[in-house]
Nanobody
Framework: QVQLVESGGGLVQPGGSLSVSCAASGSISRISSMGWYRQAPGKQRELVAAISSSGRINYADAVKGRFTISTNRAKDTVYLQMGSLKPEDTAVYYC?????????WGQGTQVTVSS
């Protein structure tokens, strides 16, 4: 089992920056990847960025060059730095941890990009 606690998020103007973080606890050593997904109203949840335990990173095309995912040295916290934010980035952002075929989710944090 893995527990995920997110922090950060909020309201930011277009073009601004924001960061969210997610702290994992529990069976951390068994985590194969951590990442961020988002879900906008009326849309399906989609991958934003993910980082594997070996450090391999994957970004959605929509955020490449604007968002950066990273972990701390202990690999129990994952960060998402978001820059050049657009209104279409508005969504609930969910932290994800994968143990084999099992996904664990955080409670979600709202990110709103609006003037």
């Amino acid at each position: 089992q893995v527990q995920l606690v997110e922090s950060g998020g909020g309201l930011v103007q277009p073009g601004g920056s924001l960061s969210v973080s997610c702290a994992a606890s529990g069976s951390i050593s068994r985590i194969s990847s951590m990442g961020w997904y988002r879900q906008a109203p009326g849309k399906q949840r989609e991958l934003v960025a993910a980082i594997s335990s070996s450090g391999r990173i994957n970004y959605a095309d929509a955020v490449k060059g604007r968002f950066t995912i990273s972990t701390n040295r202990a690999k129990d916290t994952v960060y998402l730095q978001m820059g050049s934010l657009k209104p279409e980035d508005t969504a609930v952002y969910y932290c994800n941890a994968r143990l084999g075929l099992i996904n664990f989710w955080g409670q979600g944090t709202q990110v709103t990009v609006s003037s």
